[in-house]
């Protein structure tokens, strides 16, 4: 069984900055895209960030000029989060998808507010 799991997450001021990190359980090289979602109070959620095996990057257009998404040889997920929005709160969850399949982590909290 995968496992996901997402840090860094918190409170943070508009404007401010947030990374978080998801370490995975095996190769992210095998899958098909790693990703970042959030989930708001009421709503869907939604695709934030994805990269491919290839390194195709995709942004949702809310986020795009602030977020990065990034990856490492050792089984890290990065989302670089700067010009925070109070419209960024939400929880937010990292993926990793095969073919027929979604793993999911925990889900980790970002808060954005003065």
């Known amino acids: 069984q995968v496992q996901l799991v997402e840090s860094g997450g918190g409170l943070v001021q508009p404007g401010g900055s947030l990374r978080l990190s998801c370490q995975a359980s095996e190769n992210i090289f095998s899958f098909n895209a790693v990703a970042w979602y959030r989930q708001a109070p009421g709503k869907e959620r939604e695709l934030v960030a994805s990269?491919?095996?290839?390194?195709?990057t995709n942004y949702a257009d809310s986020v795009k000029g602030r977020f990065t998404i990034s990856r490492d040889l050792r089984n890290g997920v990065y989302l670089q989060m700067n010009n925070l929005k109070p419209e960024d709160t939400a929880v937010y969850y990292c993926?990793?998808?095969?073919?027929?399949?979604?793993?999911w982590g925990q889900g980790t909290q970002v808060t954005v507010s003065s």
């Open positions: 993926n990793a998808n095969r073919p027929t399949v979604h793993y």
């Open positions: 990269i491919a095996g290839g390194g195709y």
